[in-house]
């Protein structure tokens, strides 16, 4: 098939290859990827608009490398926004990428732009989270264990005064994420959620775990807590993921967690729509929520002194 032109937001794109396959077991291709991101983006865009994006590209599809992208293209269009953002270690200056538009999903769509992680701040506060992220990395394929963990995070966040937000990550866990009020930095929202994590990993240790390494789990669920970092990412709600079936990140309600049909790759870019004809975004009113880093602080020095 020859080059297909689409019209977004007035923007005119170009995609080369449009029936490229990029998911070899279900035909999925470019073409599919742009429709399903022009598609979702009145969804997404919200959870995108602001924040510096990491792409990950996969050009021959998934079953060949991909490629993980900061710094914006020189070929990239004038009218794709981005943001140059200092960064710390002598790497210097890096342009980030932001969607602000469907033009722009559709755009990096176009490029084999199958997944987007998103930071945690904004490029106005860049060293200042608005989110903090814990991400349930289970033992093995049995997923009720990663289910417990987000109850047990959850509700410690409740118990804390925040409002905890969960959702499916596309590839093996869950996410949950708490809004927050722009004021700290990252070492010091990272700081609490290192002793979030200690606070529920001596409650439940023998079901979860801090350790980093893998030798040292033992069989126990990893709470992540490392993205939590200046120029960290978390995978963008709605974004696909480049595994089988092409899973997408999906918001959830709490009582979601329960449903047993529920796992990290139970919504697909084939069956997303469907649920979203049936449900509103549960993330949309997530920054009414925003919290104090300090708010937490103060019940975990409670819970530590107990």
Request: charged residues 25%.
């Amino acid at each position: 098939m020859s080059d297909r032109t689409l019209t977004v937001d007035g923007k005119t794109i170009t995609l080369s290859h449009p029936d490229k396959v990029l998911f070899p077991e279900h035909g999925l291709s470019k073409s599919d990827l742009a429709d399903y991101y022009q598609r979702v983006a009145p969804m997404m865009l919200p959870h995108l608009r602001g924040r510096p994006l990491t792409l990950h590209r996969f050009p021959d599809g998934i079953g060949a490398h991909g490629f993980y992208q900061q710094n914006r293209s020189d070929y990239f269009p004038d009218w794709l926004p981005a943001a140059s953002i200092d960064h710390p270690g002598g790497t210097g200056a890096v342009t980030h990428i932001l969607c602000e538009r469907a033009a722009d999903l559709v755009y990096l769509a176009s490029q084999a732009t199958l997944t987007l992680h998103a930071w945690l701040s904004r490029v106005d506060r860049p060293h200042r989270p608005d989110q903090l992220v814990l991400d349930l990395d289970p033992p093995g394929d049995d997923f009720e264990p990663v289910r417990r963990a987000a109850w047990q995070v959850g509700d410690a966040l409740r118990d804390a005064g925040l409002t905890p937000f969960v959702k499916t990550t596309g590839s093996r866990g869950l996410h949950v994420v708490a809004p927050l009020k722009p004021g700290a930095d990252f070492d010091r929202v990272r700081r609490a959620c290192r002793r979030l994590a200690d606070h529920l990993v001596a409650r439940h240790p023998d079901a979860l775990t801090a350790e980093q390494r893998k030798n040292k789990r033992h069989g126990r669920l990893y709470l992540d807590i490392m993205r939590n970092a200046f120029g960290q990412t978390a995978v963008a709600p709605y974004a696909v993921r480049a595994k089988p079936g092409a899973p997408v990140a999906t918001p959830l309600d709490w009582n979601e967690v329960n449903d047993a049909d529920i796992g990290p790759r139970r919504y697909r870019v084939d069956n997303l729509f469907r649920r979203l004809g049936q449900k509103d975004d549960p993330w949309a009113d997530m920054a009414h929520h925003a919290a104090d880093i300090g708010t937490l602080e103060t019940a975990l020095r409670a819970w530590e002194r107990d």
